[in-house]
């Protein structure tokens, strides 16, 4: 039986970074989306930069039933779910990464694009989730990679949420603050002054500051200044993607073909994908989601109902199983804008 609390998130390792990484990967596509006009250049630089993983998946008698296609454009009829994940080893240019094995994923996010393209969900998962992994028992959620790469990582969400990873994509930390660097430093509104813990010497008053790509990264990894740790850190992770989404997705980056190409170029070389997370997806989702601006994306994370102990004693968080059936649902059936945990947009 797992002991479940409501105290704070238990703190992990000093690696809240990479949870930014996954959004800097969206942030990325909603770039080359709202570009539009410059779908097929974008995507080509996305194509040749990044690293390609092949076998991604698990065996398909394991996996959700596929949608299926529009015969003209190959794409999905119904919503596309794209895996984000983080990890410490991106691998070599053979797509080594895609094994993975003795790894665990330090974020995992699930970009959810309904079939109207007219918004994007992107699902938090905490790492410490416990639940059930196929062949393996009950563990936390990031131990699916440890224990059979990404197509466990990949069939353990799957089986989550009830609902077909379409496309996934793994970030390296270097990508996070080429992004930051490539908008000329982020304008971030901090609603909590903090004693930086990695940048000796940084204070981080309350207020609007302009961060590198150094600083940024402090910025989004911080806890330890926080008396509710990971719970403040979550709230400046989106205070600083919204503020990356704000000035990624303006008219001046949009009618600005070199700095479109630049923001993608930061992040291509930094991205592994699957074999048909490529130029061609890239360009037809774009020319999709030509329309979508920041209101129209909507962040969330799984509901939990707090920390708990696992059986073998391990810190944990635990799923709240009611509110996950609604989250099941809005996956399995492309109505997450009938969900209504606390969303928030990126207005």
């Given at each position: ?40 250049s974008l995507s080509n630089t996305f194509d040749s930069q990044t690293v390609k993983l092949p076998d991604v998946f698990p065996d398909e008698a394991a996996r959700p039933t596929a949608a299926p296609a529009d015969p ?276």
């Amino acid at each position: 039986m797992v002991d479940v609390s409501r105290g704070p998130v238990i703190k992990p390792k000093r690696r809240g970074w990479r949870i930014a990484l996954i959004a800097i990967a969206a942030v990325m596509l909603l770039v080359a989306g709202a570009a539009g006009v410059y779908a097929w250049s974008l995507s080509n630089t996305f194509d040749s930069q990044t690293v390609k993983l092949p076998d991604v998946f698990p065996d398909e008698a394991a996996r959700p039933t596929a949608a299926p296609a529009d015969p003209a454009s190959g794409l999905s009829t119904s919503g596309q779910n794209i895996l984000l994940l983080g990890s410490d080893t991106r691998g070599t240019n053979d797509g080594s990464i895609a094994d993975l094995s003795g790894q665990r994923s330090d974020s995992i996010m699930v970009v959810h694009v309904p079939a109207n393209r007219k918004n994007i969900y992107v699902m938090s998962i905490m790492r410490d989730s416990w639940l059930e992994i196929p062949g393996r028992g009950e563990a936390k959620i990031n131990a699916a990679m440890s224990y059979g790469g990404v197509p466990l990582a990949v069939q353990t969400i799957e089986g989550l949420l009830g609902a077909r990873i379409d496309h996934v994509a793994i970030v390296d930390f270097e990508g996070f603050k080429g992004i930051t660097d490539a908008l000329g430093g982020v304008d971030v509104d901090n609603p909590v002054g903090f004693d930086s813990s990695s940048l000796q010497g940084r204070y981080f008053a309350e207020g609007t500051h302009r961060l590198n790509g150094t600083e940024a990264l402090a910025f989004v990894r911080e806890r330890y200044a926080f008396s509710d740790g990971d719970f403040q850190r979550a709230r400046n992770q989106q205070a600083f993607i919204k503020a990356v989404l704000g000035q990624s997705l303006t008219a001046e980056t949009l009618t600005n073909p070199a700095k479109i190409s630049g923001l993608v170029g930061a992040v291509a070389p930094y991205l592994s994908v699957d074999d048909g997370l490529n130029s061609a997806y890239v360009a037809g989702l774009a020319v999709e989601l030509r329309d979508v601006r920041v209101g129209d994306v909507t962040f969330f994370t799984l509901p939990t109902t707090g920390t708990g102990t696992s059986p073998d004693g391990q810190s944990i968080v635990v799923i709240d199983q009611d509110k996950l059936k609604e989250v099941q649902q809005g996956f399995q059936t492309d109505t997450l804008d009938a969900y209504q945990p606390e969303l928030q947009t990126m207005d």
